[in-house]
């Protein structure tokens, strides 16, 4: 973990070492598409998630910030698989919505030691840190975290993140943490809702309303709709909710950990 004193040289360096011992990505990994699970989703974005693009996703309101960074995460891990993967946040996202849990992020199949967690003073840190993260095509995702919406966080910034991410084929998921303003450069973007799970089901079932506000991905460039959809602890991708019957906690992952997407408040 780099703290928020770190300087973007030490990140350098890291990401430079990462870049080292690290499996390169293959040419033409911006083109690639990767599959969510969901298969109407998969269908309007034409056939899965373009890997070297940023992919917004916001909160329908405050208290559905939990659900937007549990969709945040099922996302890295379906674009990142099981790699080294990077979240760059601001140290007021830390201060208002907590800090990552370690047992949340393994009931999304993403391992603690894979993950290179940066805090940053404020947004222009934030965006250059992943500007560099984005150059290491060794990194699975790059997950970005400001909080708010700053002014830093314009169409200019975007699209160096979004060219960067071309460039690289390093997925980019820019989670709006605080956020109610959308950006600029997106490929994607989602506004997300919890779900409630249904009276006598109990916890563990992570779900998420998710509207797909803008699709540049299949050529139209307008809305996608509006799906319902669950994680799957056990086989680490997205369906649709309620598709399946109630599973105990040892057929479709840890209850526990899946109750735990939320972030821990910071002491």
């Not at 998630?49 to 909160?59: D, F, K, Q, T, V």
Request: glycine share 12%.
């Amino acid at each position: 973990m780099l703290p928020a004193s770190s300087t973007l040289h030490s990140l350098r360096q890291t990401l430079a070492a990462i870049g080292r011992d690290g499996a390169r990505r293959d040419e033409g990994q911006s083109r690639k598409r990767v599959l969510t699970g969901h298969s109407d989703i998969d269908a309007i974005l034409g056939n899965g998630l373009i890997s070297g693009a940023l992919h917004e996703i916001l909160p329908q309101k405050p208290g559905d910030l939990a659900a937007a960074t549990g969709f945040a995460l099922g996302l890295v891990r379906r674009l990142a698989g099981p790699g080294d993967w990077i979240w760059i946040r601001e140290d007021q996202t830390t201060r208002e919505a907590g800090k990552p849990y370690g047992p949340g992020l393994k009931g999304f199949g993403l391992d603690p030691a894979r993950l290179l967690l940066v805090t940053t003073r404020d947004t222009q840190d934030a965006l250059k840190a992943a500007e560099d993260a984005l150059r290491c095509n060794a990194l699975g995702a790059v997950l970005l975290e400001p909080w708010g919406d700053p002014k830093a966080l314009d169409l200019t910034a975007t699209r160096r993140l979004t060219l960067a991410a071309e460039d690289s084929g390093v997925p980019l998921i820019l989670l709006r943490s605080g956020g109610k303003n959308a950006s600029g450069a997106a490929r994607t973007r989602w506004v997300t809702t919890a779900i409630a799970n249904e009276p006598g089901e109990g916890t563990g079932r992570a779900r998420w309303s998710v509207a797909l506000v803008l699709n540049r991905q299949s050529g139209a460039g307008g809305p996608g709709g509006t799906y319902s959809v669950e994680w799957s602890h056990d086989e680490r991708f997205f369906r649709p909710a309620y598709s399946v019957g109630h599973l105990s906690p040892s057929a479709d992952g840890s209850a526990e950990a899946a109750g735990k997407i939320r972030l821990r408040r910071a002491l």
